[in-house]
């Protein structure tokens, strides 16, 4: 049933990669517009700095900034939902340092650390704690007064309305914000590497860009590309298996 | 069982009076309906015997004994079942006792399975709440107040949001739930019909701020039926009833 669903999606991103096909081929200039295939062959021909140094390393980026992001973000939406201070304070701040593109500071950030991982890190870390933050406050917060009030007729202390109410609460919240966040945390590592790096995706794609390599500064995009779909359909898997209430609170 | 003695209470971002000296007394066993138009006050009375809200003035005792400083002593049930989606019936069930923390594991299993019997939903344990009917909900969320076993039961519309047909067979249910386990309840309701068929008594809201509950006898035994609500003394007091109610409607 499901299935049929992306049918007309899959259909039409194929027709796109087919125009693109002849397009590329019509236009005939490889080194900045190459071909779908061309990109695929490429990146076969080059799986092996790829795939043994170049991903590991953007991958390392992407999940120290992504663990660092979390373990901040969940302090802080807790924080926040615990002291009304810290919410009036923090909340409006958040929200509106949202609107800032983050990404511009990034060569700010290769000044201060270097080509050390930590600049790519620190990207990734400010492009997605905001929203981790933001989003399981929101979830905490969507615990309704009435079943708050219900757990306190119980009996119940602060930590028992965390635990039994507001965290199962908030956990839909938690899946929506890491699929919203694993993409950005790569795009941030690699915009890092692109900046300064000696390894990673981003500086692979950037040092074919030097040799006019077009296919060459496409494979590790293809690439990155692949693996964030591929990471949000495992998280949206397990929320499929251990969330089967969303929208139901 | 429960005795109100001039109690006021007032909402911090209002500036009249909710309750204003309010005193009544209900006694053990009995089942008694509060009515009054929507927004009167009557959940308020509620969120004060359950300690979500604090009266200004006066006391509230439960067993003679003032309900400061004590847990467990009322079971509160909601117009909305507020059963947590991500929890199966049983373990919804469970939470009050895992709460109070009295019972092992074992005994808390047993007492969901028995108390899912008594309700008519045997063997629905493990079932997610989204699977079952508005009634069948309503009887969880009925189980799940028994569970706190306490003797005095606060239900406030809980069969206001389920359809015509439901809503009655509810209402019998619930009679035969009250007389099996001989429990106190506090029942709110806007339908003078509901809290006729229900209740041995009627306290009625009758002017605002609430100084006083006026309160009826219902003029039928138990066990009753649907046609006891046919009965000519029944029908004068619904009337009589409604005209009450219909003259505070005009206040708020
Ligand atoms: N938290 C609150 N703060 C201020 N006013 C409230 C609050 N809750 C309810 N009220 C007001 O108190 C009145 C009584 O509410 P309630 O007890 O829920 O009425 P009922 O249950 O009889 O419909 C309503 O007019 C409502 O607007
Ligand atoms: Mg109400």
């Known amino acids: 049933m499901r299935k049929n669903n992306n049918l007309p999606a899959l259909i039409f991103t194929f027709a796109l990669l087919i125009i693109w096909q002849f397009g590329a081929m019509k236009v005939n200039a490889a080194y900045i517009l190459p071909t779908p295939l061309q990109i695929i062959k490429r990146l076969w021909e080059l799986r092996e700095p790829l795939f043994t140094a170049h991903l590991p390393a953007t991958m390392t980026c992407t999940g120290i900034g992504l663990l660092i992001s979390i373990v901040l973000g969940v302090a802080l939406a807790i924080i926040m939902d615990m002291f009304p201070l810290a919410e009036k304070t923090l909340y409006p701040v958040m929200i509106a340092s949202q609107t800032i593109p983050t990404t511009a500071l990034a060569p700010l950030f290769v000044m201060w650390f270097g080509y050390t991982i930590w600049s790519k890190v620190l990207v990734t870390v400010l492009i997605t704690f905001f929203p981790i933050t933001v989003t399981l406050f929101d979830g905490l917060r969507s615990a309704k007064t009435d079943m708050i009030d219900l757990m306190h007729t119980f009996g119940a202390n602060d930590y028992e309305i965390f635990f039994k109410l507001k965290l199962p609460a908030a956990l839909p919240y938690f899946f929506s914000a890491m699929k919203m966040a694993i993409p950005m945390s790569i795009i941030g590592a690699a915009i890092g590497e692109w900046l300064g790096a000696t390894a990673g995706l981003g500086y692979f794609s950037r040092r074919m860009m030097t040799q006019l390599d077009g296919a060459g500064v496409f494979a590790p995009i293809v690439l990155l590309s692949a693996i964030a779909m591929i990471i949000v359909s495992i998280i949206s898997y397990l929320e499929k298996k251990l969330i089967t209430w969303r929208g139901d609170l | ?252």
């Not at chain 2, 309900?67 to 009050?96: A, H, S």
């Not at chain 2, 594991?105 to 079952?132: C, D, F, R, W």
């Not at chain 2, 809503?167 to 249910?173: A, G, K, L, V």
Request: charged content about 30%.
């Open chain 2, 1 to 252: 069982m429960l005795e109100f003695k001039d109690v006021s209470f007032k909402y911090d971002s209002d500036d009249y009076y909710m309750l204003e000296n309010l005193s009544f007394h209900i006694n053990k066993g009995e089942f008694v309906s509060v009515i009054g138009a929507s927004g009167c006050g009557k959940s308020t009375i509620f969120r004060l015997i359950c300690k979500l809200l604090e009266c200004e003035n006066g006391q509230i005792l439960v067993d003679n004994q003032s309900i400061d400083q004590r847990k467990g002593y009322c079971g509160y049930m909601p117009q909305k079942d507020l059963l947590f989606p991500w929890r199966t019936v049983g373990e919804n069930l469970k939470l009050p006792m895992q709460i109070q923390k009295t019972f092992t594991k074992e005994q808390m299993t047993e007492k969901v399975k028995s108390t899912l019997e008594k309700v008519g939903l045997s063997g629905l344990e493990n079932k997610k709440p989204s699977e079952l009917s508005g009634g069948m909900r309503q009887r969880a969320a009925f189980a799940r107040t028994l569970l706190t076993g306490s003797d005095l039961l606060l239900l406030d519309e809980p069969f206001s949001a389920l359809d015509f047909l439901t809503r009655i067979s509810m209402q019998e249910w619930l009679l035969e739930q009250w007389e099996r386990e001989h429990k106190t309840v506090l029942f709110i309701t806007h339908d003078v019909e509901e809290a006729l068929f229900l209740s041995g008594r009627v306290l009625v809201i009758e002017d605002l701020p609430i100084k006083k509950l006026v309160s009826f006898d219902v003029p039928c035994g138990y066990p009753r039926n649907r046609e006891s609500l046919t009965k000519p003394e029944m029908l004068s007091l619904r009337e009589q009833l409604i005209k009450m109610l219909r003259r505070e409607a005009n206040l708020i």
